[in-house]
């Protein structure tokens, strides 16, 4: 078999534009499509009715060439679900806007192992059949001989406006009965927003030029119809008006395809002027029939001078030789079309260095129709091989081409880069070809080689590549059959792209997807699937799976103190500790969190997870390092063990609840869940189903808590708070259901009863205690702040209750101030523009910093009662408490101190110049009726 490499071969494929092999196959346009929708090959046919290069469809989404896309796409998923579709109505838009109907006909073509690969569709243009006349006869009778037997409707209508006569024809077209159709108006036909061009049709002069105008008719059943109507008036004998002749013909189609094409084309002459390399149609007898914006700035020519000129006006003596040349080859069949080198005639009368690939295009019955020519500037090109090859490398595009007859090979110089071989080398040849790609891939191409050789069917394949030097890689192949002038197939051809990078981000987005991104290890999606996959073995094995739930002990006080860089340093050598701990085949995930979780599969015996657990134990008893410091943070462990009934859930909930009871226990220990345990679920279970039902029977009710002015003693404020009548008798505070709540949604309509509660009761106060100007405090919860209905419930209850904004105050905590979504930053303003004050419940806990609470407006800072139990024995709280009231008086942000439980504490408060204090010292929580009396009450105040 000779094998040579062809030096014109260095050029990249898709820009050398080989002509394809379909070109000569059919005027009709003929398209193969890919399963992801988009345009894989075309033939000449499509390139003339769509304008576009053969570049620009290739790759696109194939639905964007039509005027009805959704349409488009309905056909082609039909012709995967039956296999075919047959005269298949749709529209395409030319670059010119023009339009062209046409009936598809397609089918589903499948690789060698069945697979459906895609899919085949030809177009037959329809676009001027079925074109009535519809001049009328002056004779009554002459019509309707004419109109009985005319595709379209005609009617006859009165001075009126009625119809007196109506076609057989419109119970085919429209679906009404003739008799039915005597009954309607033109009016009550018309779509009401053609209404006004129908009106001025028959508005018409008599006597004048028939006018015809395209409206919407509706059908019986209720949908339109594009029709193009024409009115001429009819005259008696005398002359005199005496009708209306109305004529109807479907142009429905027509106009879809129409207004299809008039988009199509509009994106492909953008898609052809974006294109960044010269592009033509150039006649038969070498005149230009359009050109793009590229081919216009190459020459320095404008369009008009492009439109008056032949294309022997821009080669040289010795280029329009050689162009005549080829052209006459083309034209006598010899080749199908031709790639060289050569040069044009710029505006400036500089000859401009070019690479010309030029195709002829022929017609259904094989006659030529016109050539279609790309023209790249190859200056730069010449100037240095260099660039040239080093272009080549980064495009990591490479392409051959095979000839049949001879088996003579040709590749580009990128193609042999990619797999590693020798450019000054031929080619190997087809038995050598296995040893670059994977056993799997080299079978898959060897048989698409095949298939494609045979059936002229192509193919596009995802390859793994195995250099010479060991080294793997991936490339995108895409290959087809060129055939002669007889039909038959001469050569195969395609390209391939070097993918290697897109597999490596794409392995790279599944680390991602599926691993905690700090420490490498699983996340909780794959960690689920890890344990279902034992479950499955030990089921079937008859062994034991254990699952054991890490979480280090006071975590949170090391991103408190240090950081969370020093945070995330600690959880990355936990992370490495305990791997160390496990077997090579066991799972340890990290869900989220300072906790960690291990999966130990194929367990004969429930001593073997107790003996990770212990050395996990003591592994975490020696302390971490962090610079110069040791970081101590022992783990607590909880152990479940599967049985048969078990699922992926139960057994991280269970070793969940066991964690808990450790911890719970004293740290620094390993708990096994137990049965006994199993209570603790069961009744957050019950206490879900209490709750649900404890809104609707009445058993919520609204307290309200004092918050003190420190200088006079006097209430200023209340906090509204939940608090559950409970079926037992007991009265249970919000702090014993709300983690239930939240965990099942059902925060959401408790906290829009408390909302809605508190707003009619402040409204009530401010009715019957005018002088008090008392503020009530709400709170907000994370997953209400998150609800784009919420503004809409505020300017309902303000509307409803007539009550001054200003005596309202939302409180949130500094968790969602920090993290809050898009939607929560709106509500924030929202409350602020609405004239609400808004208040940080628990401040200090979550580092909220200066410029969160400017931006958000924020009014009230509420210090956290951590900081206040301690603030008279601990010189640090005590700075931290006098700093955020620094803080408030320069920002101009109210300070209110919670959890004042002692008069100490109340003093120590009043002397750092705290204005507003709230806590058990002055009252708890009390029933609203309660209020009015601690209103009139006036507290001590401890001397600061």
């Known amino acids: 078999m000779a094998i040579e490499r062809d030096p014109g071969a260095d050029i990249d494929f898709r820009d050398s534009g080989y002509a394809r092999s379909l070109i000569e196959a059919s005027l009709d346009p003929l398209v193969t499509i890919g399963v992801d929708g988009r345009i894989m090959d075309v033939n000449a046919a499509t390139v003339q009715v769509t304008g576009q290069a053969r570049q620009a469809l290739i790759g696109s989404d194939f639905s964007d060439y039509f005027t009805d896309p959704e349409r488009a796409r309905a056909g082609y998923l039909q012709a995967f679900d039956q296999g075919q579709v047959t005269d298949y109505p749709l529209a395409i838009r030319h670059v010119s806007d023009a339009l062209t109907e046409v009936l598809y006909n397609a089918a589903v073509y499948r ?106 008719v509706r059908r019986k059943d209720g949908q339109y119809r594009w029709m193009l109507a024409s009115a001429r008036w009819a005259t008696d004998p005398s002359g005199a008006v005496v009708g209306r002749v109305d004529t109807l013909r479907d142009v429905h189609k027509a106009v879809l395809a129409r207004q299809e094409i008039a988009r199509s084309e509009h994106t492909l002459r953008t898609a052809m002027n974006a294109a ?23 020459l320095g020519r404008s369009q008009e001078w492009l439109d008056g000129h032949w294309v022997s006006d821009l080669f040289t003596a010795a280029g329009l ?14 080749a199908e079309f031709d790639i060289h080198d050569c040069e044009l005639v710029t505006a400036s009368g500089a000859a401009r260095p070019i690479m010309h690939s030029i195709g002829l295009v022929r017609g259904e019955d094989g006659q030529p129709l016109f050539y279609v020519s790309q023209y790249h500037d190859v200056t730069e090109e010449r100037r240095t091989q260099a660039s040239l090859v080093e272009a080549q490398r980064m495009a990591h595009v490479g392409s051959w081409r095979m000839d049949v007859a001879s088996g003579r090979v040709v590749w580009t110089l990128e193609l042999y880069r990619m797999l590693g071989l020798d450019p000054g080398q031929p080619p190997p040849d087809y038995e050598e070809h296995g040893k670059l790609f994977a056993p799997e891939s080299w079978a898959r191409l060897s048989t698409s080689l095949a298939h494609t050789q045979e059936t002229g069917e192509p193919y596009e394949l995802e390859l793994e590549i195995v250099r010479p030097d060991g ?16 039909g038959a197939i001469v050569a195969l051809q395609g390209v391939a792209l070097d993918i290697t990078g897109r597999k490596r981000d794409e392995a790279a987005l599944r680390q991602l997807a599926t691993h905690d991104s700090l420490t490498g290890l699983p996340n909780r999606f794959e960690l689920l699937g890890e344990i279902k996959r034992a479950l499955h073995v030990s089921r079937r094995e008859t062994s034991i799976t254990a699952v054991l739930m890490v979480d280090l002990d006071r975590f949170k006080n090391i991103n408190d103190t240090l950081g969370h860089s020093a945070g995330d340093e600690v959880l990355q050598a936990a992370a490495q500790r305990i791997t160390d701990c496990v077997r090579g085949g066991d799972l340890v995930a990290r869900p989220g969190g300072d906790e960690f979780v291990i999966v130990l599969r194929d367990l004969a015996d429930p001593q073997a997870a107790r003996s990770v657990a212990e050395r996990i134990l003591d592994a975490f008893r020696v302390p971490f390092k962090h610079h110069d410091a040791e970081l101590v943070t022992t783990a607590s462990i909880g152990i479940a063990f599967s049985d048969a009934a078990s699922e992926e859930d139960d057994l991280v909930r269970e070793a969940d609840i066991a964690m808990y009871a450790a911890k719970e226990g004293g740290r620094d220990r390993t708990v096994e869940f137990s049965e ?11 206490a879900e189903v209490e709750l649900r039902h404890a809104l609707e029977r009445g058993e919520l009710d609204v307290w309200y808590q004092p918050e003190v002015d420190l200088g006079t003693g006097s209430v200023v404020a209340v906090e509204a708070l939940l608090r559950w009548h409970h079926p037992d008798g007991g009265v249970r505070s919000a702090s014993t259901f709300i983690e239930v709540a939240e965990e099942t949604g059902l925060i959401l309509g408790m906290g829009d009863w408390v909302m809605r509660t508190a707003f009619a009761q402040a409204a009530t106060w401010a009715k019957e205690l005018p002088d008090r100007h008392l503020t009530t405090r709400i709170n907000l919860s994370a997953l209400q702040l998150s609800e784009s209905t919420l503004l809409a419930t505020l300017d309902e209850l303000l509307a409803s209750g007539g009550l001054d904004p200003a005596r309202l105050c939302f409180e949130i905590t500094e968790t969602v101030l920090l993290a809050g979504s898009s939607t929560v930053r709106e509500n924030l303003a929202g409350i602020h523009e609405r004239g609400f004050c808004v208040a940080i419940d628990d401040f200090g806990t979550a580092y909220a910093s200066l410029a969160s609470l400017r931006d958000h407006h924020v009014d009230v800072i509420k210090i956290d009662r951590s900081f206040i139990s301690s603030l008279t024995v601990d010189p ?12 408030g008086l ?23 110049r705290c204005r507003t204090a709230q806590g058990f010292l002055y009252s708890q929580a009390v029933p609203a009726s309660e209020i009015p009396a601690l209103l009139d009450t006036c507290f001590a105040i401890a001397a600061g």
């Open 890 to 912: 320069t920002l101009g942000i109210d300070v209110v101190a919670e959890g004042v439980e002692r008069d100490d504490q109340a003093s120590a408060l009043r002397g750092m």
């Open 676 to 686: 006994g345990m199993r209570a603790i679920v069961e009744s957050r279970m019950i």
């Open 321 to 334: 030789e050689r162009d005549l040349g080829i052209r006459a080859r083309l034209l006598s069949g010899d």
């Open 276 to 298: 960044p390399q010269g592009m033509a149609f150039v006649g038969l007898d070498g005149r230009f029939m359009g050109a793009n914006e590229a081919l216009r700035h190459l």
């Open 471 to 486: 080294t793997r890689g991936w490339m995108l192949v895409r290959g087809e059959a060129v055939r002669g002038p007889s």
């Open 111 to 216: 690789h060698a192992d069945g697979e459906v690969a895609g899919v085949f569709a030809a177009a037959r243009d329809v676009t001027e059949q079925r074109r009535i006349s519809d001049a009328l006869a002056l004779s009554e009778e002459r019509f309707r001989l004419v109109a009985e037997n005319t595709e379209g409707v005609v009617l006859l209508v009165s001075l009126s406006g009625e119809v007196t006569w109506a076609s057989p024809s419109v119970e085919r077209t429209l679906g009404y009965t003739a008799d039915e159709a005597l009954t309607m108006t033109g009016a009550s036909l018309v779509h009401p927003d053609d209404l006004s061009l129908a009106q001025a049709l028959w508005a018409s002069p008599p006597g004048g030029e028939a006018v015809e105008r395209e409206v919407r």
């Open 876 to 887: 640090h709280d005590r700075l931290l408490v006098a700093s955020i009231l620094a803080m």
